[in-house]
């Protein structure tokens, strides 16, 4: 006889559940991942794997551009937040052909779109002067460790701000980073340049950390204007959002140039630049294109596969970007720090596990 719950409704049974073996879960997968790319053109896949590198590669380098140019003479923090955002125009011309190919039109501004758009702007514009500051007094290394960071405040923002759902993995995720950058902090005196003093350092520190809260910030509000202004998210409409935020972030950042006067300062700067003037135009140069071709290839993740895909992208390239500047740039890696970037890989794993478990809206 089955027992009864309140109100006399009758259990049913619990049937004991089928335990799955690790291999029966690796086959699945590997039946789901065969079945996914036969549903796809091979085109589809040639752009993801070339988005996938642009990611792995272009970021990492922009990183390491930005300290190469403080390491050999270069002082200016508007100059390095501006060539962050000085290769908008090559996102434009991505953008164009887009309308044609997905027969679309651009999505119409209106004053609300447009405030948020200047808006986003600012914020990136002071983002960018952030890290600027960050790379100028940190390895480059360290910066990178500190700046994923980005995802704590990113979580936070978008579960106030957006409503985004969070779970036990995420919320693990968001205390093993912290805990990672706790590390750092402890470790402070092992990776410091010898030109850096300790209120450089601390500085830096402070600057990464600002930056990724307000980087977190921005993700949650661009996220919101997808929500609410826009309505609707595909690749021509994340690329408009980009070209925007990022045609007013160059205009602050270019104010900001131009008051300061470090546009003059240039030639002077590029004369007692240790590799000579070709090399700091050349670092300048490379620093704004490798940082657009990571956008790009951030952006064409999101729409070829998924943010899965994109944050695991993410949280691979912190190490690359560690382990380039410590071999390129012979950065100090100390115990602690590769504590820390283990601690913070293994916090990118469960937030990626707590993302793909949270259950999607329908819509």
Known sequence: MQPL????????????????????????????????????????????????????????????????????GGTSKWIISWVAVAGWPLTALILLPTYFVFKTFPTPLDLKLTLAYIVLGFLSAADNLMYAYAYAYLPASTAALLASSSLVFSTLFGYFLVKNKLNAAMINAVVIITAAMTIIALDSDSDRYGNITDRQYIMGFVWDILGSALH?????????????????????????????????????????????????????????????????????????????????????????????????????????????????????????????????????????????STPKDSS
């Open 5 to 72: 719950l309140e109100g006399g409704e009758i259990m049913d049974e619990v049937s004991p559940m089928p335990s799955v073996s690790l291999w029966d879960r690796i086959s699945n997968s590997k039946t789901l991942a065969w079945e996914a790319y036969k549903r796809k053109p091979i085109s589809h896949w040639i752009l993801l794997v070339l988005s996938s590198a642009a990611m792995l590669v272009a970021f990492p380098a922009s990183s390491l551009l930005s300290r190469v140019y403080y390491a050999n």
């Open 216 to 356: 977190g910030l921005i993700f949650a509000l661009s996220e919101l204007v997808f929500v609410k202004l826009v309505g609707r998210r595909s690749f021509h409409v994340v690329l408009e959002q980009q070209v925007m935020v990022s045609l007013f972030a160059f205009a602050f950042t270019t104010i900001g140039v131009v008051v300061s006067k470090d546009f003059q300062g240039m030639k002077s700067e590029a004369k007692t630049f240790k590799g000579g003037v070709a090399s700091y135009y050349q670092v300048l140069i490379w620093g704004a294109i490798t940082f657009q071709l990571g956008v790009l290839g951030g952006t064409a993740v999101l729409f070829l596969a998924s943010t899965v895909l994109a944050g695991i992208l993410n949280a691979i390239r912190v190490p690359i970007t560690s382990i380039a500047a410590v071999i390129l740039l012979h950065d100090p890696m100390s115990g602690f720090k590769i504590l820390s970037l283990i601690v913070t890989f293994w916090g990118f794993g469960s937030y990626i596990y707590g993302n793909s």
